[in-house]
């Protein structure tokens, strides 16, 4: 390997600045309730545009001047071509959804009910029966894009991505801290505001229960990684990151989010499960699938059993049936093109029952709802670049020496996401979907050696 290939050992000074806005701007997202307000996303995406902008500058100067590799490093595009293509193709299709020009037989038949009703012949239409939502979700889509291509670009120095990870661990149980102290002493605000929900449950600055849980049960990955790992300064500070365990899982347990906690245990035992079979090969595994299934039991029959929590869970599953049956009804009938990105709320407005008392402007299940925005080619091309790149996490968890590594994290994280996914919409909450990004492209950057070839450009 030459020198100009050869991975620095650590971040330069500029990169170092960078690197760290990035993290500090991904955590601080989630104090302006879970950036779920255009102001606090708007604000996001900014910074990330121009965090972005410096390192393409910085990169490009760099490289011209002979010194790019030293300055700056770089991870070649080819490493993930397949899932960059198949992203920006999702992309391209949200920005197109919106553009009057497509043929007016795609054009939402909406547009040309509205037309009737406003006796406009010649309404503009598109695709997307919302064009303004559809913006904001492009935004949105491409800010968590530059996060991952960011992270993924500043992970390659392993100093650097574990920092990163023990501040998602010390942030996260910070805000789980400050979660417990306003539930348990009847304060119930969220920052300066008086709660107005979910009065009594542990959020943290989110507003809802179940995107707190995603998100502190990504650090409450973090942290349980950083306790299990082999390295002497993290076996000094073990004692703090099961403090921070026990914060996080008191948050979680108190957030009262069933769907929740179970998808955070699924991506626990992802973790433990990498872990164990690094360490102690298939006969580890076996004994690990024992302890689950003993804890599985108790579990399920809290969340499912009679009381409180069970009734809670009956009623919920049964709004969600009814959500579910229109999303589904919606793909059928615009299979291809799709009703355009955040339009799910008014696609499925005219299929709601007359008795029905709640009124959801989600799917609570993010794969259908891509699926009903975005169709299915553009929606499964967009799950498809994540599978693709969690894949590959796999295998740097599989193979790359360091155990628990940042792949094996990023991994369970992933299996967090995505279980939760099925039943509620955390990943459509700002400041979970862009920690979810940040951690991705750590994981991935972190899935090849240095002994492994050439991958910087």
């Not at 009594?200 to 950083?226: E, R, Y």
Request: glycine share 12%.
């Amino acid at each position: 390997m030459s020198d100009t290939e050869r991975l620095p050992p650590s971040l330069p000074r500029l990169a170092q600045l960078v690197a760290g806005a990035l993290v500090a701007l991904v955590l601080l997202a989630a104090l302006p309730l879970g950036g779920a307000r255009p102001w606090a996303w708007h604000g996001l995406l900014a910074g990330v545009a121009l965090l972005a902008l410096v390192w393409a500058a910085a990169s490009f100067f760099g490289t011209r001047a002979n010194v790019g590799a030293r300055l700056w490093p770089l991870v070649a595009p080819w490493r993930i071509g397949l899932p960059l293509l198949l992203y920006s193709l999702a992309l391209a299709w949200a920005l197109l959804q919106l553009w009057p020009g497509m043929p007016a037989a795609w054009h939402h038949p909406e547009w040309t009910a509205a037309a009737a009703v406003l006796g406009q012949e010649n309404l503009p239409g598109s695709i997307s029966l919302t064009p303004g939502t559809g913006m904001d979700g492009f935004a949105k889509l491409l800010g968590y894009g530059l996060i991952f291509l960011l992270a993924l670009q500043f992970g390659r120095s392993s100093r650097f991505a574990w920092a990163a990870l023990r501040a998602v661990a010390g942030f996260t149980a910070l805000l789980a801290l400050y979660g417990l102290v306003n539930a348990l002493s009847g304060a119930e605000r969220i920052g300066w505001l008086e709660k107005w929900a979910y009065r009594g449950m542990v959020t943290g600055s989110f507003v809802n229960p179940n995107h707190f849980a995603t998100w502190a049960g990504f650090g409450l990955i973090a942290a349980l990684a950083l306790m299990l790992r082999d390295d002497p300064g993290e076996r000094r500070l073990r004692p703090f990151w099961l403090a921070l365990l026990v914060i996080l899982l008191a948050g979680l347990a108190l957030s009262f989010s069933r769907a929740g906690m179970a998808a955070v245990a699924l991506g626990v035992l992802t973790l433990l499960a990498g872990v164990v079979l690094r360490r102690h090969g298939w006969s580890g595994i076996g004994r690990l699938g024992v302890v689950a299934a003993a804890l599985a039991l108790p579990a399920l029959f809290l969340l499912t059993g009679e009381g409180d929590m069970g009734e809670r869970a009956a009623g919920a599953l049964g709004h969600r049936g009814q959500i579910y049956a229109m999303a589904l009804e919606l793909i059928a009938e615009r299979p291809w093109l799709g009703s355009g990105l955040g339009s799910f709320s008014d696609a499925s407005a005219k299929l709601r029952p007359i008795g029905m008392v709640l009124i959801w402007g989600e799917a609570h299940n993010v794969y259908l709802e891509l699926m009903v925005d975005l169709g299915l080619p553009a929606a499964l091309s967009l799950l498809l670049a994540q599978a693709l790149l969690l894949w590959r996490c796999l295998e740097g968890a599989l193979h790359r020496q360091s155990v628990p590594g940042l792949s094996l994290v990023a991994l369970a994280a992933g299996v967090t996401a995505a279980a939760h996914s099925l039943l509620d919409f955390s990943l459509q909450i700002p400041a979970v979907a862009a920690l979810w990004a940040l951690l991705l492209g750590l994981g991935v950057a972190q899935s090849w050696s240095a002994r492994q070839g050439r991958y910087l450009a």
